[in-house]
């Protein structure tokens, strides 16, 4: 939410520094915006310069996405595999998107090469660290800019096993929270899962359009994912485009007409 500093100073009292010199007491207040408005999405401020092989990442992933769907597009890079996925959102049902995003991972990603990972790579302290970095260093593409943060696992210990996404590139460009859960988070974690057998928990800041991979965490029953029952933003992309009222949420339930954020 939106925030701002508000130093209100008291004059009828003085207090005496150590120094000698009068001093003032002041008040620090924060004024942030009504809760109602939460759903508005943050301005878009990530402008990305994409070499030559982050297109040809995007290209070989909108290609797949779209070989699945069997819905084309003649547009190039990142902008393709949002019109993609747009498009994908628009065609399909929210299952039946996670269906569409997982078959399109399997086109990407050589089969033999994640059976040979999941089998010299078994879930560990080691592993978990390793898939981690490894994401931040290969998937920009497709997230922007992102860096490996620790987190508490049992009996007090500390990895290094958490992507921390400053701002999901997929989420600002698409713009729609139905988008981000359906064809990234929800599919996203179950490829990893059933591909390398590692857990993680995708959890989405829709305030700041930032996200955190926890690998090793197992993400939470879809009733009790907060994620899943998060209203989409009033700008929508794919609402504007439908000429819908958004009375759907994330997962695909039904949200209250009556839904501020609606």
């Known amino acids: 939410m939106d925030a701002k500093l508000v130093a209100q100073c008291r004059?009828?009292?003085?207090?005496?520094?150590?120094?000698g010199k009068p001093k003032y007491p002041c008040v620090v207040a924060v004024l942030a915006r009504p809760a109602d408005d939460i759903s508005a999405q943050p301005t878009k401020t990530n402008v990305y310069k994409d070499s030559f092989f982050?297109?040809?990442?995007?290209?070989?992933?909108?290609?797949?996405?779209?070989?699945?769907?069997?819905?084309?597009?003649?547009?190039?890079?990142?902008?393709?595999?949002?019109?993609?996925?747009?498009?994908?959102?628009?065609?399909?049902?929210?299952?039946?998107?996670?269906?569409?995003?997982?078959?399109?991972?399997?086109?990407?990603?050589?089969?033999?090469?994640?059976?040979?990972?999941?089998?010299?790579?078994p879930p560990s302290k080691f592993t978990r660290t390793l898939f981690a970095i490894f994401t931040t260093l290969f998937f920009?593409?497709?997230?922007?800019?992102?860096?490996?943060?620790?987190?508490?696992?049992?009996?007090?210990?500390?990895?290094?096993?958490?992507?921390?996404?400053?701002?999901?590139?997929?989420?600002?460009?698409?713009?729609?929270?139905g988008m981000c859960i359906n064809l990234c988070k929800l599919p996203t974690q179950s490829f990893i899962k059933d591909s390398l057998g590692m857990s993680v928990n995708m959890v989405p800041n829709f305030d700041d359009m930032s996200c955190e991979m926890?690998?090793?965490e197992e993400p939470p029953e879809s009733t009790n994912d907060p994620a899943l029952k998060q209203p989409c933003y009033k700008l929508c992309k794919a609402k504007k485009n439908h000429g819908t009222n958004c009375l759907v949420n994330a997962a695909g339930f039904e949200v209250s007409k009556e839904d501020p954020h609606g």
């Open 11 to 19: 004059s009828p009292t003085l207090i005496t520094s150590p120094h």
């Open 54 to 121: 982050d297109h040809m990442a995007t290209n070989h992933m909108s290609k797949c996405l779209q070989e699945t769907t069997g819905l084309r597009n003649s547009k190039s890079g990142y902008e393709s595999l949002v019109e993609a996925a747009t498009m994908a959102s628009q065609n399909f049902s929210p299952s039946q998107q996670r269906q569409v995003v997982t078959q399109a991972l399997h086109r990407a990603f050589p089969k033999p090469m994640f059976l040979l990972i999941k089998k010299m790579l």
């Open 140 to 177: 920009a593409w497709l997230v922007g800019p992102s860096e490996v943060r620790e987190s508490d696992m049992d009996e007090g210990r500390r990895e290094k096993n958490v992507v921390h996404i400053k701002k999901c590139r997929f989420l600002e460009e698409a713009n729609c929270v």
């Open 214 to 216: 926890i690998f090793g």
